[in-house]
């Protein structure tokens, strides 16, 4: 066995969650996908009780008992936990209890430990529900920049025109008539270039999601001078990855402009970098994928425009296009990534996942 693929290591890389527990139902073990999907560190787990870690988890907690009293693997599906603050999440757990060879009064195993494997299905629920939201924004996209070319091909020309007529008119005062078409058709076209995106193909090169975030907060500082806080949560150890920092830096600027619009440039952005273990992404499930996410408190999306952000032209803003999201969620999906929001009265958070190197299928 090479040594990077010792027991403990194998463990670690799994990318589902496994927890061990001994005959009290008290954590003996936990493996780093289970510390991602509690948010809790092993040494803060283990040795706990399963009912003090867990409300709401009575029908695991009988299967576990079940499990450890016959000595026969249970599988519960659609499992309810409450976690500490508000977050639940929803399990399939399958449990296998490991005996130690010998055997009870009762003639079955005498169980020692019980070996559980945790897979999240609201995750699974809400990937179905990624894959949908992504398929339509594309489709939406192509009618777009369908929409978009058939527009601009004869405002160039309208423009053209203008200008041999202003060239042409002799009385000065009727060019001001000239000037308006030339503007505004200037006005359209650049509304048009941004409905269609960034059309350049990624420039893929190592790059580093904190020279990003940090190229966009100095940007924000220098546009909203005074009054406004840009807090900073890093992760340090996060790796480079291959990526179109120009790209990715319009795609951030795109949504923390949007905070600083919601709290009027007054007030505290905090901008957050993590690693998340097994993630998936449409189809793709990752080992690890870097979430930097975007946090304010201001008022929050409007209830009525939540589902719809992502899409084009649609804003809760008198001078908004509606194409901030809608261009930022684009280029994330072009690197294999995933932008979603979470948004109440006080606090909204974007978060940008990307992975960080290629998945498995
Ligand atoms: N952090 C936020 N807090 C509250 N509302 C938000 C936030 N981010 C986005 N929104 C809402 O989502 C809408 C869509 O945002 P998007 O960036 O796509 O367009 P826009 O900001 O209106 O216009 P544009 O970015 O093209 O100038 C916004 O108009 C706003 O109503
Ligand atoms: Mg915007």
Redesign the pocket.
Known sequence: MHPSESPQSILDNLTIAVVTLDRELRLTAINPAGEMMFEASTKKMVGQRFEELFAGGEALLQALRESLGAGHPITVRGVSLELPGTRSLTLDCVITPLADGSVQKNGAAAVTTLLVELTQIDRLLRRTRDENLLDRQAANRAVMRGLAHEIKNPLGGLRGAAQLLERELVPKGLKEYTRIIIHEADRLRNLVD?MIGPHKPLAKQPANIHTILEHVRLLMLAEVPGGLHVQRDYDPSIPEFEGDSEQLIQAVL??V???V??IDGRGTIVLRTRVDRGFSIGQRRHRLVLRAEIE?H?????PE?REH?FYPM????AD???????IAQDIVTKHGGLIECE?QPGR?V?RLYLPLENGNG
Do not use: H, K, M, Y
Request: charged share 15%; net charge positive.
């Open positions: 941004r795109n949504i402009r949007n905070a619009q919601a304010d201001g008022p929050g999306i409007p425009l952000i649609v804003t809760g803003r908004g296009t509606g194409l901030g999201l809608s948004s909204t974007f």
